[in-house]
């Protein structure tokens, strides 16, 4: 059996007369999988004039188009899983960037810079914020997102921001309702300032990046001055 141009052999190359070889260990199954992702982000990345396909895919990958269906059942299932592999990344970046990072209130300034960068970046690579699942596909149209992210990258970043956003609250405000809160408050901030313009011609707005910074100043103070009600 010959491998093909990528080196996978999980298809025979043009000419042999078999079936697709399946495969077998888990280390191969991870292997192809990872090739279907990288295909995929790499024909998101390219912008193409239409939708994407699995079977373009698979073809990119140097697989038959039988074989992305052992992995994926449909094209937001790949989607999905390369989403989920730009928040690994991202995860990755933030714990190695701000695990020792001393000041409280600075780790909760870079985090939602990075973050805003981050979601910023998805959105002019893919027309999409990954981070906070508002997914379009090449036509333009959004795709039905999942009310819960169960990602476990995604729980990464959660725990990291609830983490960053703990340490700046007084210790009296740490309901877990209350954090939760916090967070939430946080995201949406992110979110909002990403999508704002960047700028105007009617005016002289700023940056999100400005915008952000003020909000999250404002959510400080806003923390740091809640207290137990009473009882």
């Known amino acids: ?4 141009a990528k080196g996978h052999q999980d298809i025979l190359v043009a000419g042999n007369t ?3 070889r399946r495969a077998r260990s888990a280390e191969a199954k991870d292997h192809v999988r990872q090739a279907l992702i990288d295909a995929g982000r ?15 895919i698979a073809r990119y990958a140097g697989y038959s188009s039988g074989v992305v269906y052992r992995y994926f ?8 899983a390369i989403r989920d592999s730009e928040l690994a990344n ?10 020792t990072y001393d000041d409280a209130e600075k780790r909760l300034f870079a985090v939602a810079d990075r973050a805003f960068d981050f979601s910023r970046d998805q959105i002019a690579a893919f027309g ?9 596909d090449t036509a333009g149209t959004q795709n039905a997102a999942p009310i819960r992210d169960t990602a476990p990258a995604a729980a ?32 949406a901030s992110i979110s909002g300032a990403v999508l704002l313009p960047r700028g105007s011609d009617h005016d002289d707005f700023p940056d999100g990046r400005i915008i952000l910074r003020d909000i999250v100043e404002a959510l400080i103070c806003r923390w740091q001055s809640m207290r137990e009600p009473t009882r």
């Open 73 to 80: 059942a449909d094209r937001d299932s790949l989607f999905l």
């Open 18 to 20: 078999a079936s697709p």
């Open 1 to 4: 059996m010959e491998s093909n």
């Open 128 to 136: 999409m914020n990954s981070l906070f699942l508002f997914w379009f």
């Open 42 to 56: 790499h024909l998101l990345l390219a912008k193409p004039s239409g939708p994407i396909s699995l079977r373009g």
């Open 90 to 99: 991202f995860a990755d970046q933030l714990e190695l960037e701000f695990a």
């Open 156 to 187: 990464r970043i959660h725990a990291f921001f609830e983490q960053a956003v703990r340490s700046v609250m007084t210790p009296s405000s740490h309901r877990n309702s209350n954090i939760q809160s916090a967070v939430g408050a946080l995201m």
